[in-house]
């Protein structure tokens, strides 16, 4: 090992590796020293659940969605869809802000939920795996509906949720 060490160091004193990948080395060999629960916990895969791969949209209420769609589209360019005249789809990118007027009396918007768009979508599997961490799924189209540990409201999504009416 330390004629290895030698050799990086010697490697970056000449210039032939920079100092990022001489700390780089070093801690990959101080990993594959250690061995037992440091170099299993570094290729444990970090979490079990889903890969979240977008914020799907975020529904936006307030006493009139008029004002944020024309805000938003005329300040960042996001386009106008599915306007019904309560309601209206925001989109930029793969996400959408879903600006709708309120369930609540007039006065401050909030944001309602957030809908996280997950990959390999399979809707008995994506159920099962939340009703077996407790979380109650309720289906919403091609999503689930749960609530987090401090009660927010938070929708698990397929891609394909973007094209389905709020």
Same mark, same amino acid.
């Given at each position: *090992? ?39 916990? +570094?290729? +444990? ?8 791969? +977008? ?7 307030? +006493?009139?969605?008029?004002?944020? %769609? ?7 360019? *996001? ?15 793969d996400t959408a802000i879903i600006a709708r007027n309120g369930k609540r009396a007039p006065g401050k918007p909030y944001i309602d ?19 077996? %961490? ?6 919403? @189209? ?9 009660? @927010? ?8 949720? *973007?094209?389905?009416p709020a």
């Amino acid at each position: *090992m330390e004629a290895a060490i030698n050799n990086l160091v010697s490697q970056f004193e000449r210039g032939a590796i920079s100092r990022r990948q001489l700390v780089q080395s070093l801690t990959l060999g101080m990993v594959a020293l250690a061995g037992g629960p440091v170099a299993r916990a +570094a290729a +444990a895969p970090a979490h079990k659940g889903f890969k979240a791969t +977008a914020v799907n949209h975020i529904s936006y209420e307030c +006493a009139d969605y008029r004002r944020p %769609r024309d805000f938003y589209a005329d300040l960042l360019g *996001m386009a106008v869809s599915a306007d019904d005249g309560k309601q209206c789809y925001l989109t930029f990118g793969d996400t959408a802000i879903i600006a709708r007027n309120g369930k609540r009396a007039p006065g401050k918007p909030y944001i309602d939920h957030i809908a996280y768009t997950i990959d390999n979508w399979n809707t008995a599997e994506v159920e099962a795996e939340l009703t077996r %961490r407790g979380l109650k799924p309720k289906k919403d @189209y091609d999503s689930f509906l749960v609530v987090d540990p401090d009660g @927010y409201d938070v929708q698990i999504a397929s891609k394909g949720l *973007m094209q389905q009416p709020a």
